[in-house]
C-alpha cells in the first residue's frame, strides 16, 4: 500500500496495467486479470461475474460490469468451456448420403426448427453425415471425444448402434425416428402408420379399388410401420392387398418404383408413396405413359413438404409437423445438457391428411 491506496488503484489513476487492459491502440486483448485490476476486485470475484455466478454482492458485480464495458473485454468462450466441460455445440447427425440431405426437403424442413429451437441459447449447431460404417466410426470417435454437448440423430438405418453408444459414452443424444430393435429413452417421431392409414383410407373413400404402394427403405422403422399402415387400411376397406414397391425416399426410386407397378398392374388406379419425392416420381412416370392424375390414377404422398403444393397437380400428403418436432427434440436436448428432467422423453405426433387436386 501506498498512501493508502492498492497497487491497482494507483495503476487505475494512472493507466497503467500489466496485463494490457487499454481497450484500442496496444495490440493486446484485456484479460479477465486486466478487469479485475481495472474493478478494484479479486481475479476470482471477477471470475464469477464473467461465469454469471450468484455469490458476489452488488458493488463488486457492478465495478466488473463497469470495467468490462470500458476495457471492451471479451470472455475467451475455449477457456469457459473448458472450465464448464461445455463445448457450447450439438450435432445433428443424419444417416443419409449426402446427395440425400440436399435433395430431400425433409431435412430442410427439420434443421430449420432445429434451429429455431436453439435460437438465444447460445448453442451452435453442427451438421454431420455418416451412412457407410467406417464413416460412423470415424464421428463417433469425434463426438465422444468431448467436441459436443450433445446430440441429434435422424435417418438411422438398421439396428444402428449409434445412439446406444452415444448414451453409454454419457453424450445426451436425441432420436428423430429410431432405429429397428432400439427404443431410445429420448424420442421425437410422428405416428408413421397412421398416417399410411388414413393416406390410403382416403383413396378407398374416394371410390379406388387398386390401390398400389411404393414404401419407404424397410431398413428403416418410418418405412416399415407406412408399409403396415397401408396393409392396415385395405383389409380395414375389404380390398385385396395391392402390389408393393420398394423405394428409398428418393425421387429416383419413387420412378422405378411406378414403373415396376404398371408393369405388374396395369389397372391399377391409386398409389401411396411413403415420401412426396417419391410421390413426385411416380406422377412423372405416370405423365410419361398417359395416365391422368388423378382421373386414371390418385396419387398420395407423406411429409407434406413444401414442394407438394407446386407438383402437377399439388399433391394430397400425409402432414408431419416436420418444424415443430425439430424443435421439440432440441427442447429435450437442451434440457438434458443442463441436467434438467424431461416430463415426455418420447413424444409422438399426430399426423395429418392434407387433401389436394392429386387425388
Known sequence: MEGGRS?????????????????AGEGRRPTLEAVAAHAGVGRGTASRVVNGADNVSSKAREAVLRAIGELGYVPNNLARGLVRRRTDTVAL???????????????SVLVRGIKRGLAGTGLQLLLAIAQSGPEEEQLMRYLTAQHVDGVLLTSLHGNDPMPRQLEESGIPTVVIGAPLGFDPAYCVDVDNRDGARRAVRHLAQQGRRRIATVTGPQDTRAGLQRL????????????????????????????HAMQELLRRDPELDAVFAASDSMAIGAMRVLKEQGRRVPEDVAVV?????????????PLTSVHQPLE????????????????????????????????????
Do not use: C
Request: overall charge negative; hydrophobic content about 35%.
Open 228 to 255: 403396415q399402415g397401408f396393409h392396415d387400411a385395405l383389409a380395414d376397406a375389404g380390398l385385396p392387398a395391392g402390389p408393393v414397391a420398394h423405394g428409398d425416399f428418393s425421387a429416383d426410386s419413387g420412378v
Open 93 to 107: 447427425v443424419m444417416g443419409v448420403s449426402e446427395d440425400t440431405v440436399w435433395d430431400e426437403p425433409y431435412f
Open 7 to 23: 497497487s491497482a488503484e494507483s495503476r487505475r489513476s494512472t493507466g497503467e496495467s500489466r496485463t494490457g487492459e487499454g481497450r
Open 301 to 313: 404422398g407423406f411429409d407434406d413438404s413444401p414442394i407438394a403444393t407446386h407438383t402437377d397437380p
Open 324 to 359: 415443430k418436432m425439430g424443435r421439440e427434440m432440441t427442447r429435450m436436448l437442451i434440457a438434458r445438457i443442463n441436467g434438467e428432467a424431461v416430463a415426455r422423453p418420447t413424444v409422438v405426433f399426430e399426423p395429418q391428411l392434407v387433401v389436394r387436386d392429386s387425388t
